[in-house]
């Protein structure tokens, strides 16, 4: 059983819809990830969360908002997405400082933009 | 800048049989860490083994283990007695000693089906 959990399974939205993935972790990490992953490609990191603050946004549009409301919380906020935006969201998470060399990831985020 | 290569697309093996899934690596890093993650069709990213680059002995995780070659810089992946279960994208990563920053650098994948 993962214990990086996300909700929901399976997303299909309009373009001028708002809607947020959600990502819970339970092993006291403090690092936490937002990665997108397209059909048949590996994933490609988006945000890292360090401590509850923002440390790293890959030039990510700003149609994806992230949002660390606690150390075990990682919210995607989604506005006005794109039909390329359709993926596989992954969360994941580890922990923070030099021990942080093994990522945890969860079961996904399926989304598609209509 | 560090870059990871997976050389075999897709592979299959006889469920019971033995396969080795090939990766190599380029980085001027000394200290590092390598991992293989399986993605089944359910989509999740599953951590199959861990090796930290400035240990020799190789890491086994029961019918999972790794061929490290530093030297090479390969890093290659053998599953012994097949099951149907280890179908799934198999991929390759590495990852830069100190500290995560969620700076895993994957490879393309290698998609293996296990037939019974």
């Known amino acids: 059983d993962t214990e990086v959990t996300q909700t929901p399974k399976h997303l299909v939205m309009g373009m001028t819809n708002k809607k947020s993935l959600k990502c819970e972790q339970h092993m006291g990490h403090r690092a936490m990830y937002w990665y997108k992953q397209k059909a048949k490609k590996p994933p490609e990191l988006m945000f890292v969360?360090?401590?509850?603050?923002?440390?790293i946004n890959e030039s990510v549009p700003s149609r994806f908002s992230p949002e660390c409301p606690n150390s075990s919380l990682l919210n995607l906020h989604l506005h006005a997405l794109q039909p390329e935006d359709s993926a596989l969201y992954l969360c994941?998470?580890?922990?923070?400082?030099?021990?942080?060399?093994?990522?945890?990831f969860g079961e996904g985020s399926w989304l598609t933009v209509v | 800048a560090q870059t990871v290569t997976q050389s075999q697309p897709e592979m299959s093996v006889q469920e019971a049989e033995t396969v080795t899934l090939s990766c190599t690596y380029d980085t001027s890093e000394n200290n590092y860490y390598l991992f293989w993650y399986k993605q089944p069709p359910s989509r999740q990213m599953i951590l199959v083994i861990r090796q930290e680059a400035y240990k020799q002995q190789n890491a086994t995780e029961n019918r999972f283990s790794v061929n490290f070659q530093k030297a090479a810089k390969s890093f290659s992946l053998k599953i012994s007695d097949s099951q149907l279960g280890d179908t799934a994208m198999y991929f390759c990563?590495?990852?830069?000693?100190?500290?995560?920053?969620?700076?895993?650098?994957f490879g393309k994948g290698t998609k293996l089906s296990v037939k019974p």
């Open positions: 969360y360090s401590y509850e603050k923002l440390s």
């Open positions: 994941a998470s580890s922990q923070a400082d030099s021990r942080g060399n093994t990522i945890y």
């Open positions: 990563a590495f990852m830069k000693y100190g500290g995560s920053q969620g700076n895993l650098i």
